[in-house]
């Protein structure tokens, strides 16, 4: 069993920045690849960045490549993705996951979401 706890989502203005945070609890949690998705209304939920098990590997979705950053630092059970540059198109609710399959993205796990507003 894994718990995730997402923090750090708020109102930003157009071109600046946010930290997400993903506290993950659970003896299981170092063997998932983990990654954030997000939700806008009314539209489907959306990968936006993955992360192996070990840390080595990272994927990230067109839309945010260049801008996002996510990284889990060896020894703390927390994931963090790192937002520069934001645009009002990244307006949404950003929920961290416990990955079972990279390969389907499968998820084993989510995390209840936190809002991200950028305004223009």
């Known amino acids: 069993q894994v718990q995730l706890v997402e923090s750090g989502g708020g109102l930003v203005q157009a071109g600046g920045s946010l930290r997400l945070s993903c506290a993950a609890s659970?003896?299981?949690?170092?063997?998932?690849?983990m990654g954030w998705f997000r939700q806008a209304p009314g539209k489907e939920r959306e990968f936006v960045a993955a992360?192996?098990?070990?840390?080595?590997?990272?994927y990230y979705a067109d839309s945010v490549k260049g801008r996002f950053t996510i990284s889990r630092p060896n020894a703390k059970n927390t994931v963090y993705l790192q937002m520069n540059s934001l645009k009002p198109e990244d307006t949404a609710v950003y929920y961290c996951?416990?990955?079972?399959?990279?390969?389907?993205?499968?998820?084993?796990?989510w995390g209840q979401g936190t809002q991200v507003t950028v305004s223009s």
């Open positions: 992360i192996s098990w070990s840390g080595g590997s990272t």
């Open positions: 996951a416990a990955i079972e399959s990279m390969i389907s993205l499968r998820i084993g796990y």
């Open positions: 659970g003896r299981t949690f170092s063997s998932y690849a």
